[in-house]
Every structure is written in structure tokens, then in C-alpha cells.
């Protein structure tokens, strides 16, 4: 983000900074800090226009998800495309990377703002499913790491049994990655990532033409159940994610998206 929000200390002596903005905007405010960026909205007409802004974003989109929020993939899917007419509005949705959070929302402020609403409207940005965190962080991960040429992971493939008991043991479950050489990918490694509560595993794979999959596992999700994979896209990276009652697992690739089905469905069977 290029142009910083100016502080102002208002009555409370607390500066009102951009994380106050996005709040105000998102309605997540308490009703005396909500005061308190208003009064600072009303000196600064710059900051209130952006929020204005971030308002009607949220409205559009708002618009364009809600009506696919209740359609979920069936877990099992034929791994050729059924050929049928989809709905315009389960195509027209779109979701956009935001930083890593706990609860953030999939909406990155400031440059990409425009990029996410134009990917709403015109780009047909699938996404099944929205309230899943954890793949949205999944997906950050990917575009960090997929294209590192000298340190992509911290362990390589070729230390697989040390970096699965290093895994289990950050993540206090078993955590194996699981084996696609049938499909044509290779584990490349793995590492440690930070998650919205805790550690999570990102396990890397490649192809031989260099098309890098990676998988995010997380124990954030424990305890829950869903029986359907979900899906989402950012640009040209897909994930399909899903979740049992141990982990959550999330798929992500810039490859056809049933390719990356078929492969998510051969982890779903190994892990299972």
C-alpha cells in the first residue's frame, strides 16, 4: 500500500490508525472507538473517501457471494467435466488474497482493491465457499513459496521421514505427506508455517515440467467435518480445500482446475 493513513490523536489520545479505518468500514468497531474514527473522518476527507470506498467494495461483493454461499461441491466428483450449463451466478463471485489472519477477510486493501472488484465483476472468479481461512492463507502461502528457485521448503524431499516427525510434532498429530509420484509429482519438501492460531504444514510438490503444487495442513479446524470439497481461485492459482475431523487440508496450484481435483481427490484417499 502506497499512501499511509495520517494519525490523529483525538479525545481518547489514541491515534487512529489503518487497522481503525478497515474496522470502521467493516462495522467491527465498538461504538466509542466508532465515534472516535468518525470525528476523525469529519477532518479528513482524503481518509473518508477511502472508506467510502471499502464500503461499497464490500457491498458489491456482499452482492455477488451470497447466493453461492449454500452451493457446495459433493465430496466424491467424476474427474471429467460434466458438461452443463452452470448458472451466472454461481461463476459471478470473486475472491481476493488478503494478509495472513485469523478471521481477516479475503480482501487485500490498498493496491489490490480495484484488482479484487474488477476480478468480481468481469474475471467470473469461482469460489464455492468463503468463510474457510484457513485456505485463504493456504493460498497466500503458495504465492510465496511456489516460485522460490533456492529455499522453496526448509526440509527437503529427500529428508521426508525428518521432516514428518518434525511436523508431528509442532502440529501434535501425525503428518505425512502423502505420495502423488502416479500422477507425476514429486515431493519437492516441506516446512513450518505460522496459521491463525498456531503452527501449519506446508508440504511441496513439482512436476517435471516445474508446475509446483503445494498442500497446507492445518489443526486449526479439528473436530469439524465437511463433506464436500470446496474451491476458490485468486488470478491463477486454484485451491480446492477441505476439512476432517482432525485437519484441514487445502490444495493450491496454477494448474487446469480438474487436474487439481483429480490430485486432491487421491490425497483425500490416501489420508482417509
Known amino acids: ?27 467491527q ?32 461483493l456482499r452482492g455477488l457471494l451470497d447466493p453461492v454461499l ?64 484457513f485456505a485463504h492463507r493456504a493460498v497466500v502461502a503458495h504465492a510465496v513459496y511456489a516460485p522460490e528457485l533456492r529455499r522453496p521448503v526448509e526440509l527437503g524431499g529427500d529428508q521426508e521421514q525428518a521432516l514428518s516427525t518434525w511436523l508431528t510434532k509442532r502440529l501434535g498429530a501425525t503428518v505425512t505427506p502423502p505420495k502423488l509420484g502416479a500422477l507425476g509429482y514429486e515431493l519437492v519438501g516441506g516446512r513450518l508455517l505460522p496459521g491463525g492460531e498456531g ?24 473436530g469439524e467435518k465437511t463433506t464436500a470439497f470446496r474451491f476458490a481461485q485468486d488470478g491463477p492459482v486454484k485451491v480446492f480445500y477441505w476439512v476432517d475431523e482432525r485437519f484441514g487440508y487445502a490444495l493450491s496450484g ?7 481435483l483429480q490430485v486432491s481427490q487421491e490425497i483425500y484417499k490416501q489420508l482417509d
Not at 30 to 55: I, Y
Request: charged share 20%; aromatic share 6%; glycine share 6%.
Open 1 to 27: 500500500m502506497t499512501d499511509k493513513t495520517p494519525t490523529a490523536i483525538v479525545n481518547s489520545e489514541v491515534p487512529i490508525t489503518e487497522a481503525d479505518l478497515h474496522g470502521y468500514a467493516d462495522g
Open 29 to 60: 468497531l465498538s461504538a466509542a472507538r466508532g465515534a472516535e474514527v468518525e470525528a476523525f473522518l469529519a477532518t479528513h476527507p482524503q481518509a473518508r473517501e477511502r472508506v467510502a470506498t471499502w464500503r461499497e467494495q464490500n457491498r458489491l
Open 70 to 133: 449454500d452451493e457446495p461441491l459433493p465430496l466424491r466428483l467424476p474427474l471429467q467435466a460434466v458438461h452443463r450449463a452452470w448458472p451466472w451466478r454461481s461463476l459471478a463471485a470473486g475472491i481476493a488474497i488478503a494478509v495472513i489472519s485469523g478471521g481477516g477477510s479475503w480482501l487485500l486493501r490498498g493496491a489490490t482493491e480495484a484488482h479484487a472488484v474488477r476480478a468480481a465483476l468481469s474475471e467470473h472468479v469461482v469460489i464455492e465457499q468463503a468463510e474457510a481461512g
Open 199 to 222: 503452527p501449519v504444514a506446508q508440504f511441496m510438490y513439482a512436476a517435471a515440467d516445474g508446475q509446483r503444487l503445494t498442500l497446507y495442513v492445518t489443526r486449526e479446524v479439528a
Open 254 to 260: 496454477a494448474i487446469d482446475r480438474n487436474a487439481l
